[in-house]
């Protein structure tokens, strides 16, 4: 269940983004993440394990979501874009050759915060 | 009136971790050693392998090795015996090392020892070949072996382990007379998701393959001090080596 870790990594970013914000409150809705398909990240898990996580703490009721990137590979021989396949050895079909170069699916990212100001301090008026 | 607003942060969900992986390695630098990563599955043979690789290299090089165990300090009482430093880490439930559990390793190993004074850092991680692919711990080097019990169909069902090792061991060798496997195909499959890894076939207990395995060692601390004598780390971390095979 390494999730859970990758969980706790999660909220230590958020929390100091929510620091940037002081002395604003933020109140987030939704986090997004992007999660490549060749990582060992299993969204659901992940899921899970936030919603349980931010119970009773300041992103309680928040959402994660999660946009998965698929894998995608160069061929380094004719330089077109596949999609390797496990089945396949994750060799190009154009050319059969090894996996050299990922394009995408190693992502494992924080894309954004949807949030409004729940204590929206007053703008300071200059004298 | 509440406006929805979007920040855009576009930041690794593990930054967290990473930011004390590279903490960790810029204390490496400073104190001019290299830090090898050793993972496996369980049972794959890491300690054995470490047992004959640091006796094999007492000689020349100054080590020390940060043991990750789940619960027994097992592990680490057999490399004690083979007369090196070494702190264990038991992670409790974790099936893997992160860099704080590094981190809070090496602050132990501190009080033993001044770390400027070794040549070679071991981090033997957990038995699994899951997670700690996607955890840095401040290494120069990840190393993941397979041995050959295990079945060569082992780096396509676990290719984000070995796509991100920079060497691999294919290990037990000495078995290979009992097995209906094929070592070529282990290689094969390995080159197939990561064709810039380089790769040793060794046995740990009849000793064949470990010369070039050690040889290898060898040349990466000197190419370490010479980069850490360089100044700053540079950018890039692929490997000047072609994908050879070695045994």
Partial sequence: MHEVDMTKCLLLSLNEWKAQHQPNEPEVSVVHLEVGTFTCVEPDALVFTFGAAVQGSWLAGSELRIETVPLRARCVRCESIYIPEQENAYRSPCCDHPMEEIVSGRELRIRSIDYVFSNQALPVLSP | ?247
């Fill in chain 2, 1 to 247: 009136m509440h406006r929805p607003l979007e920040d855009t942060l576009g930041i690794n969900l593990l930054a967290a971790n990473q930011h004390r992986a590279e903490h960790n390695r810029e204390h490496f630098d400073a104190w001019r050693l290299l830090c090898i990563n050793v993972m496996s599955s369980p049972g794959a043979g890491k300690t054995s392998l470490l047992e004959r690789t640091i006796t094999a290299l007492a000689p020349r090089l100054e080590m020390a090795v940060l043991e990750g165990d789940m619960t027994t300090q097992l592990d680490a009482q057999r490399l004690e015996a083979v007369g090196v430093p070494v702190v264990p880490i038991t992670t409790g439930r974790a099936c893997h090392l992160d860099a704080s559990m590094v981190s809070g390793g090496l602050k132990l190993l501190q009080q033993r020892l001044d770390p400027a004074a070794l040549d070679l850092l071991w981090v033997e991680n957990v038995g699994n070949l899951v997670c700690p692919a996607e955890f840095e711990v401040g290494e120069h080097l990840k190393v993941a072996l397979l041995s050959v019990t295990e079945g060569d169909d082992k780096p396509l069902k676990y290719p984000v382990m070995f796509r991100e090792a920079d060497c691999v061991l294919i290990t037990k060798i000495d078995l290979l007379p009992y097995l209906p496997v094929q070592v070529e195909r282990f290689v094969e499959h390995v080159q197939q998701v990561n064709p810039r890894a380089r790769v040793f076939l060794l046995s740990a207990s009849s000793g064949e393959g470990l010369g070039a395995w050690h040889q290898w060692l060898l040349e990466q601390v000197a190419e370490r001090q010479l980069a850490s004598d360089s100044g700053p780390e540079p950018t890039t971390n692929v490997q000047p080596f072609p994908a050879l095979v070695s045994r």
